[in-house]
């Protein structure tokens, strides 16, 4: 029994494209960009402290480039930087300074089954909720901290906040934990969000604000037990402003034939705060504007796929990195849907104008993700490249949003399945890519929110037991861990079923979304 959606709110397509045959195809419009963008301007750590903000992470005074960003000054930030300014420091003195002037975050700690016997997994998991809950939040003077009107769960480690779709993913085994209380509180703060800055953010930092994550709202709300009018309302006003943020003009891109798709975005284009020193250095290697690589790195952050073989120009190397060139399977998928839960939510609230011109936008996007998204010769949804108006190469767990949203049915969908377990398919469970570039949504990581899209969009299209295939697999992957450490990670090696790696940061520990899938295809299986 799948515990996902207690509303669906998914129809399949209304309308489906004409399919052409993968490689070179007209070139598409690009939208301008506006002068102005949907996100207030809230100053960021970099933005406040200038040349001491450079200078601690440039010289990697923290070997986190998020722990300065997520530090509290005890100061005015004036003082401070009148201070710093006063004489030339070396790094064990900037180090010092630092931690005299500001309150610097740790990890968060994770209780582990590390001493005697084993809890059983799920028992672990239950007791890891409260651990990672956080009551609302007012943010301290000068902290970087966004307010959080309700409780939320945090994923763990060094990620202290609220974040975007993780949370999705979290609901997930907060549902099957019988959690709702929490499920509602998470989902009216996202509601808030919304409310206060256009969108929800990459998470609950300043420095996060001038960018989204994947669009998940809409399920988050299929997963609520609230049947107040008001509150229906209200949220679906929200989704309504969230769809006009991730449809605004700079995301947009009019395809030959008049199709409508949309692209990754950030609306700065300066070194993300959080990874300063990376990003300068990947922009000097780069051999074009160093805004153009900030902002396609940002791009990429807003994906939650940083980094992947599927946003680089030469599909291995991150200074090539073009994100915004790229019409990503997932992000339209997951347009689509929205649309069509906006569409059904204002035809229950009586709206049949918006109801009807959100249905026609879902099939018009359905026709145009089965036009220009999908590969007929590779049996794959997959980008679409504007510069170089071709499908990228390569099969990719994103493959598996049309299934997962309901737009792929059918013959197609049966195709899909077929590809994914003939390329993605690995022992420990569902490969992210089929490329291995160092960079952590590659080959061989395999993550929890990936393999569940998959297993439930295989469920949903009649592909049920490649759908058991993967949750076997990977739920053995997440127990042999435990088993061995007393920990649920982040993501793991699913061709050697161990830990993973690569990417910006260690391996952190937790782990929101990991514990939620863990729990959701404990309760699919039974258990």
């Given amino acids: 029994m799948s515990v996902v959606r207690s509303c669906r709110w998914l129809m399949p397509a209304l309308l489906a494209g004409c399919t052409m045959a993968e490689g070179t195809r007209p070139v598409a419009t690009v939208a301008s960009t506006p002068a102005t963008t949907t996100t207030k301007a809230v100053p960021t750590p970099a933005d406040r402290f200038g040349p001491l903000f450079e200078a601690v992470q440039m010289r990697r005074i923290f070997p986190d480039g998020k722990t300065f960003v997520d530090a509290v000054p005890r100061r005015p930030d004036a003082d401070i930087i009148a201070d710093f300014r006063k004489r030339p420091l070396d790094d064990a003195a900037l180090k010092a300074f630092v931690l005299a002037n500001f309150d610097v975050p740790g990890l968060l700690p994770v209780p582990e089954s590390d001493h005697g016997p084993r809890l059983p997994i799920e028992r672990h998991i239950a007791a890891l909720w409260p651990h990672l809950t ?22 763990g480690g060094r990620f202290r906040e609220l974040y975007y779709w993780d949370s999705y993913f979290t609901m997930l085994g907060l549902v099957a934990d019988k959690r709702q209380d929490l499920v509602e509180s998470m989902l009216d703060g996202f509601v808030d969000l919304v409310e206060r800055y256009g969108h929800v953010p990459n998470g609950t930092r300043t420095y996060y604000l001038s960018r989204s994550q994947p669009p998940f709202l809409y399920l ?11 509150v229906a309302a209200r949220r679906l006003a929200a989704l309504k402003r969230e769809h006009a943020f991730f449809t605004s003009p700079e995301r ?37 504007p160093a805004r153009d690589t900030y902002r396609d790195l940002r791009a990429g952050a807003e994906s939650g796929w940083d980094y992947s073989s599927r946003w680089l ?6 200074a090539t990195i073009d994100t915004t060139d790229i019409l990503p399977a997932d992000l339209n998928s997951l347009l689509w849907g929205m649309e069509r839960a906006i569409a059904e939510g204002a035809a229950k609230a009586g709206d049949t104008a918006t109801a009807r011109d959100f249905a026609d936008r879902a099939a018009k996007r ?32 994103a493959t598996a949003y049309p299934l997962f949203v309901g737009l792929a049915t059918g013959p197609r969908a049966a195709r899909v399945a077929d590809t994914i377990e003939r390329r993605l398919l690995a022992p420990g469970g569902l490969r992210t890519t089929t490329v291995d570039t160092g960079q952590q949504w590659d080959k061989p990581n395999g993550w929890a929110p990936l393999q569940w899209i998959a297993i ?49 940061y260690a391996l952190q520990d937790g782990f929101g979304w990991t514990n939620g899938v863990t729990r959701a295809l404990m309760v699919r299986a039974g258990r």
């Fill in 313 to 318: 120009g030469d599909g291995r190397t991150l």
């Fill in 456 to 504: 439930d969009g295989l469920d949903r299209s009649g592909n049920r037991a490649l759908a058991d295939k993967i949750a076997r697999r990977f739920l053995a992957t997440v127990e042999r861990e435990y088993a061995a450490s007393g920990k649920l990670v982040e993501k793991y090696d699913v061709e050697e079923v161990k830990p993973g790696g690569g990417g910006e």
């Fill in 366 to 397: 359905g026709a145009a993700i089965d036009r220009w998204l999908w590969s007929e010769a590779g049996g794959r949804y997959g980008d679409y490249d504007v510069k170089r108006a071709l499908l990228r190469d390569g099969v990719t767990a």
């Fill in 220 to 230: 988050m709300m299929g997963l609520s037990q609230n049947r107040d009018p008001k």
């Fill in 252 to 288: 947009t891109v009019t395809l030959p034939d008049g199709a409508v798709l949309q692209h990754y975005w950030d609306a700065r284009t300066s070194p993300r705060d959080e990874s300063w020193r990376e990003d300068v250095e990947t922009a000097n290697a780069a051999g074009r």
């Fill in 134 to 155: 956080r009551d609302p939040v007012t943010p301290e003077r000068g902290s970087s901290a966004l307010a959080v009107k309700d409780r939320f769960v945090v994923p």
